[in-house]
């Protein structure tokens, strides 16, 4: 019988910390429930008391997901303690994960706490953390270069005082695997009580190390991963949900345990935080990259045609990907769609949503024959987009672009309820569109990315327009998509002041620090 790895999803907090990456209620509520559709046994929704959004975030979550454990994190401090406490309550299963550092660099500069105060100050963040539920878990940031000996004494400590759970993160990601998988064996050695609790890995990939560093725990008696969907996370990222779910999963000849996770639903949920976070995933990234299952080499092609496994060490469709990608056209019904929906893992919560995206997809329909999944899955993250803030909504645009003029753009927007029009010229038609709906808004935003992708193959394709708007310190992404690149980075536009505008008050989660 095989151990069961517990998979920790923080997309929705550690992901979150990515400058960017801040999300809305609505849309963490969205992502969670993808995640419980993949059956992810830990979704930690937050951190309560980064801000009363991020609060009214977590506890939403709580109430919106009945099978995955809903946690939210805290710093070892009343107020962060208690906060995360109510914001778990409505929760089927909540738990509470308290963390303080115990590296010598942390201790002394950042904390100005001695080891004796730091053990004190952990013990009682669990204590009170139990207040509010049984299941506690306690990380000790920075573990990957703390005192192993120290690491031991704490976390004895913190499994008398009752966490369940203790989590050894390599928190700014410098750990070796063969060091990191070492750190693992002795403390659950070395820690007296170590039976009565599950050891974590949480790893950072500042070296690209991330995926490689949780394998080396968990072959030294981690049983819990914390990762997120596409790696996403602060810096270079965390450990990436889909890279070591699948690797334990296809090497089974290896690994003495495996995961819950259902499989079939990792590419939807990987195009659904790429759409709402505006994080792009690179053609390339294993397992959910547009090439992960691509062969253009003639050899490849032919070991392929010939039998899969000779170059293919996984099947495409057991991660989501469809075999059967035409499926849908312009004659096709709303039953259909909600089938083909269905069985590409983005079901509509209801009928509102089912007909808004049948009418966008009559829309789309007419100007392409074909209607591929990744177009339906581009289709559905649109949609959740554009349920932003409609302080900004576009009305209409009109480009004018000729060889030897400067080209123009004509936009018509929906201010706060009243349509406004402006003409601009730019040095393009993307620079023209973008002066021209700056000259209504006056954001006084900087532009720091631009980034076109198609969806599928084909003049006819969709495009996702990426943009990147910097304000403040404040960095948000938008996302748009159109069979028309213009009118996919106008909608890219707009979506990203409108989180620029709903934001504006917010603080957000990585001013709060973290593991």
Same mark, same amino acid.
């Given at each position: 019988?095989?151990?069961?790895?517990?998979?920790?999803?923080?997309? =929705?907090?550690?992901?979150?910390?990515?400058?960017?990456?801040?999300?809305? %209620?609505?849309?963490?509520?969205?992502?969670?429930?993808?995640?419980?559709?993949? +059956?992810?046994?830990?979704?930690?929704?937050?951190?309560?008391?980064?801000?009363?959004?991020?609060?009214?975030?977590?506890? @939403?979550?709580?109430? /919106?997901? $009945?099978?995955?454990?809903?946690?939210?994190?805290? %710093?070892?401090?009343?107020?962060?303690?208690?906060? /995360?406490?109510?914001? #778990?309550?409505?929760?089927?299963?909540?738990?509470?994960?308290?963390?303080?550092?115990?590296?010598?660099?942390?201790?002394?500069?950042?904390?100005?706490?001695?080891?004796?105060? #730091?053990?004190?100050?952990?013990?009682?963040?669990?204590?009170?953390?139990?207040?509010?539920?049984?299941?506690?878990?306690?990380?000790?940031?920075?573990?990957?270069?703390?005192?192993?000996?120290?690491?031991?004494?704490?976390?004895?400590?913190?499994?008398?005082?009752?966490?369940?759970?203790?989590?050894?993160?390599?928190?700014?990601?410098?750990?070796?695997?063969?060091?990191?998988?070492?750190?693992?064996?002795?403390?659950?050695?070395?820690?007296?009580?170590?039976?009565?609790?599950?050891?974590?890995? *949480?790893?950072?990939?500042?070296?690209?190390?991330? #995926?490689?560093?949780?394998?080396?725990?968990? $072959?030294?008696?981690?049983?819990?991963?914390?990762?997120?969907?596409?790696?996403?996370?602060?810096?270079?990222?965390?450990?990436?949900?889909?890279?070591?779910?699948?690797?334990? +999963?296809?090497?089974?000849?290896?690994?003495?345990?495996?995961?819950?996770?259902?499989?079939?639903?990792?590419?939807?949920?990987?195009?659904?935080?790429?759409?709402?976070?505006?994080?792009?995933?690179?053609?390339?990234?294993?397992?959910?990259?547009?090439?992960?299952?691509?062969?253009?080499?003639?050899?490849?092609?032919?070991?392929? =045609?010939? *039998?899969?496994?000779?170059?293919?060490?996984?099947?495409?469709?057991?991660?989501?990907?469809?075999?059967?990608?035409?499926?849908?056209?312009?004659?096709?019904?709303?039953?259909?769609?909600?089938? +083909?929906?269905?069985?590409?893992?983005?079901?509509?919560?209801?009928?509102?949503?089912?007909?808004?995206?049948?009418?966008?997809?009559?829309?789309?329909?007419?100007?392409? *024959?074909?209607?591929?999944?990744?177009?339906?899955?581009?289709?559905?993250?649109?949609?959740?987009?554009?349920?932003?803030?409609? $302080?900004?909504?576009?009305?209409?645009?009109?480009?004018?672009?000729?060889?030897?003029?400067?080209?123009?753009?004509?936009?018509?927007?929906?201010?706060?309820?009243?349509?406004?029009?402006?003409?601009?010229?730019?040095?393009?038609?993307?620079? @023209?569109?973008?002066?021209?709906?700056?000259? &209504?808004?006056?954001?006084?935003?900087?532009?720091?990315?631009?980034?076109?992708?198609?969806?599928?193959?084909?003049?006819?394709?969709?495009?996702?327009?990426?943009?990147?708007?910097?304000?403040?310190?404040?960095?948000?992404?938008?996302?748009?998509?159109?069979?028309?690149?213009? &009118?996919?980075?106008?909608?890219?536009?707009?979506?990203?002041?409108?989180?620029?505008?709903?934001?504006?008050?917010?603080?957000?989660?990585?001013? $709060?620090?973290?593991?």
């Amino acid at each position: 019988m095989k151990d069961t790895l517990i998979i920790f999803d923080t997309t =929705l907090r550690d992901g979150e910390q990515s400058p960017g990456a801040s999300m809305t %209620r609505e849309e963490k509520v969205k992502i969670a429930k993808v995640l419980e559709k993949l +059956r992810v046994d830990v979704i930690e929704a937050g951190f309560p008391a980064a801000s009363q959004g991020d609060f009214e975030s977590v506890q @939403a979550v709580a109430k /919106a997901v $009945q099978e995955s454990v809903v946690c939210g994190l805290s %710093r070892a401090v009343d107020r962060d303690i208690d906060l /995360a406490g109510e914001a #778990v309550k409505p929760a089927v299963r909540g738990r509470i994960h308290t963390f303080i550092a115990t590296s010598p660099i942390h201790m002394e500069k950042k904390l100005r706490m001695t080891p004796d105060e #730091v053990v004190e100050r952990a013990v009682y963040a669990v204590k009170r953390a139990r207040q509010y539920t049984d299941d506690v878990e306690f990380s000790a940031e920075d573990a990957g270069r703390s005192d192993p000996e120290f690491l031991c004494r704490v976390f004895d400590a913190v499994i008398k005082a009752g966490a369940t759970t203790i989590n050894i993160p390599d928190t700014v990601g410098y750990n070796l695997p063969e060091q990191f998988g070492a750190l693992f064996k002795y403390v659950i050695a070395n820690t007296a009580n170590s039976d009565k609790a599950i050891f974590s890995a *949480h790893c950072h990939n500042d070296l690209g190390l991330a #995926v490689a560093n949780s394998l080396a725990a968990v $072959q030294n008696g981690a049983r819990q991963i914390e990762c997120t969907i596409n790696g996403l996370g602060e810096r270079a990222g965390n450990t990436a949900l889909e890279e070591i779910v699948m690797a334990i +999963r296809t090497r089974q000849d290896y690994f003495s345990f495996d995961t819950r996770i259902n499989t079939k639903e990792i590419v939807p949920a990987s195009r659904m935080v790429s759409a709402i976070t505006g994080f792009a995933v690179q053609p390339n990234k294993a397992i959910v990259g547009a090439n992960a299952f691509a062969h253009e080499s003639g050899i490849h092609q032919d070991g392929v =045609l010939k *039998h899969r496994e000779t170059y293919e060490i996984m099947s495409a469709e057991d991660v989501g990907w469809s075999a059967n990608k035409m499926v849908l056209g312009k004659h096709s019904g709303r039953n259909a769609l909600r089938s +083909r929906l269905e069985s590409i893992g983005v079901a509509p919560a209801s009928e509102e949503e089912l007909n808004r995206i049948f009418v966008r997809f009559k829309e789309l329909a007419d100007l392409k *024959h074909d209607i591929y999944d990744e177009d339906l899955l581009a289709l559905v993250a649109d949609d959740a987009v554009e349920l932003e803030s409609d $302080q900004y909504r576009l009305v209409s645009l009109k480009v004018v672009s000729e060889t030897g003029e400067l080209p123009k753009a004509e936009v018509t927007l929906w201010i706060n309820g009243e349509e406004q029009r402006a003409e601009s010229a730019g040095a393009g038609a993307v620079d @023209a569109t973008f002066k021209a709906i700056e000259s &209504m808004v006056n954001s006084g935003a900087n532009l720091s990315l631009y980034a076109v992708s198609n969806v599928t193959n084909g003049t006819d394709s969709q495009g996702e327009t990426a943009v990147r708007l910097e304000k403040g310190g404040r960095i948000v992404n938008g996302q748009g998509t159109d069979t028309d690149i213009m &009118m996919s980075s106008a909608k890219a536009y707009i979506n990203a002041l409108n989180k620029l505008a709903v934001h504006a008050k917010r603080s957000h989660p990585q001013y $709060q620090g973290g593991v």
